[in-house]
């Protein structure tokens, strides 16, 4: 089970930490990502990163401005969200990827998905 936290509303500019808690199965091996869904609009990656942490990638338009990361230890991988912006405004999903040995873009190869948590960017 993933479990997706800290969403809310913030103004333009502002930084919100998201987290995603696992429970069950083994957090560790896993590929983690971050899709996001606007209103109106089809679910985009977001982020992913790799078992260790050590390797990341980052929707192009959002790199720089976004940090993923974890802590196997708490079963738990972060998405730290800096400069937001309105366009921002989103249902963030955390995804398990339980196969593959590379990261990906791709949404179909995630296996198991969390419920969402909705950010609100104000301008």
């Known amino acids: 089970q993933l479990q997706a936290s800290g969403g809310g509303l913030v103004q333009t500019g502002g930084s919100l930490r998201l987290s995603c808690a696992a429970s069950g199965g083994t957090f560790s091996s896993y590929i983690m990502g971050w899709f996001r869904q606007a209103p109106g609009k089809v679910r985009e990656f977001v982020a992913c990163?790799?078992?260790?942490?050590?390797?990341?990638i980052y929707a192009d338009a959002l790199q720089g401005r976004f940090i993923i990361s974890r802590d196997n230890a708490k079963s738990t991988v972060y998405l730290q969200m800096n400069s937001l912006k309105p366009e921002d405004t989103a249902v963030y999903y955390c995804?398990?990827?339980?196969?593959?040995?590379?990261?990906?873009?791709?949404?179909?190869?995630?296996?198991?998905w969390g419920q969402g948590t909705l950010v609100t960017v104000s301008s």
């Open positions: 995804a398990a990827d339980m196969s593959s040995d590379f990261l990906s873009r791709t949404e179909r190869r995630y296996d198991f």
């Open positions: 990163i790799d078992w260790r942490g050590s390797s990341a």
